[in-house]
């Protein structure tokens, strides 16, 4: 299967910023969409900003202007660029990928999740 690590959290001041990183490993044949989440305590899973592999991305409202996705088709990962942050920001950030892997001669699609970032802002 595919599997994807996080890294890049931890704990800084509101105003200020972090760079999340997500890598994906595995036998990947392609990747087609690369998106990051986060859930505050309390709180559903909402999505954060998603890219595919063209580039295109969106973002939810409450980031706009302030977080940047990018990613590198290269090396399979994909990163969040997160400026201006505010407290309402902590969470913890989960990326997901999905697309094709393969498995000897047989291609399946797949769908995966991260473990997961701990993003602290304080006021």
């Known amino acids: 299967q595919v599997q994807l690590v996080e890294s890049g959290g931890g704990l800084v001041q509101a105003g200020g910023s972090l760079r999340l990183s997500c890598a994906a490993s595995?036998?990947?044949?392609?990747?087609?969409?690369m998106g990051w989440y986060r859930q505050a305590p309390g709180k559903q899973r909402e999505l954060v900003a998603r890219i595919l592999s063209g580039g295109a991305s969106n973002y939810a409202d409450s980031v706009k202007g302030r977080f940047t996705i990018s990613r590198d088709n290269a090396k399979n990962t994909m990163y969040l660029q997160m400026n201006s942050l505010k407290p309402e920001d902590t969470a913890v950030y989960y990326c997901?990928?999905?697309?094709?892997?393969?498995?000897?001669?047989?291609?399946?699609?797949?769908?995966?999740w991260g473990q997961g970032a701990q993003v602290t802002v304080s006021s």
């Open positions: 997901n990928a999905d697309g094709i892997y393969y498995s000897g001669a047989r291609y399946s699609p797949f769908n995966s």
């Open positions: 595995g036998n990947i044949f392609s990747i087609n969409g």
